[in-house]
């Protein structure tokens, strides 16, 4: 089958396949048959990817045994927290302020981050530093927050804190490359997210987010857990309603 994600790369750098080519040191029609399907050789494929500036695994996923993959995973995990609560406020602060292309935040209502100003500052800094910036709020009026709200005892409270959350952010809301957007989603985790890293707050039925435990992962070429929660972030915002 065609590799439809090494064409697309490709397209998105303004490169032609005698373009790759030349760059690599290859027969263009070696290129071709890549984007046809074929496997390159080994150091052909990190070659690709590095002109591409994306991962070996992206283009190949099939290239790399489970074995592989799954210790380029373990290598992404930078640390576990027991809990929210104990992520100290410096590394909120240093994640978001060593931001350098994106920053991606997404929660119901995730008051702790606006309500910081320190964190706050620094997402302002970048944002206004050209870094872009989204942020997925939880649809107050939704029935998924509706029902957050039951299972952790606080009813209508959920919906009041999105609402909140709403009115904090509004100073980020004129600054250009800023985006929201509401989703009315089941929220499985809260994923705040910089450059090639993620902050994962897992959600525990019944237990406020605040004490559910916190995974800090740093992608690693080969590993596909900070991809996991990449691709579950944009699958999220392509359904998410702009906020008004």
């Not at 590095?50 to 992404?76: F, H, I, K, T």
Request: net charge negative; charged share 25%.
């Amino acid at each position: 089958m065609p590799n439809e994600r090494l064409r697309s790369a490709m397209l998105e750098r303004g490169l032609t396949p005698a373009g790759l080519a030349d760059v690599l040191e290859v027969d263009p029609k070696s290129v071709e048959r890549w984007i046809s399907g074929r496997l390159p050789y080994r150091r052909h494929r990190y070659a690709v990817a590095a002109r591409l500036g994306v991962d070996e695994s992206y283009l190949w996923p099939d290239a790399m045994s489970r074995d592989q993959v799954a210790n380029a995973s373990e290598s992404e995990i930078v640390n576990i927290y027991p809990a929210r609560w104990a992520v100290p406020s410096e590394l909120w602060r240093s994640f978001f302020d060593n931001a350098e292309r994106e920053i991606g935040i997404l929660v119901y209502s995730g008051l702790f981050v606006p309500e910081d100003q320190g964190i706050f500052r620094a997402i302002r800094r970048k944002a206004e530093n050209d870094v872009k910036v989204r942020v997925l709020l939880g649809d107050p009026d939704s029935e998924n927050v509706h029902q957050r709200g039951i299972d952790e005892g606080i009813d209508m409270d959920m919906a009041a804190r999105c609402r909140m959350a709403q009115v904090l952010y509004a100073p980020l809301r004129d600054i250009d490359g800023v985006e929201f957007r509401l989703h009315s989603t089941i929220l499985y985790n809260s994923i705040y997210r910089v450059d090639d890293q993620v902050l994962v707050n897992t959600h525990i039925f019944g237990t406020p987010a605040s004490n559910a435990p916190v995974l800090h992962l740093r992608h690693v070429a080969g590993g596909d857990m900070v991809g996991t929660y990449v691709e579950s972030f944009d699958r999220v915002w392509a359904g998410g309603t702009p906020l008004e």
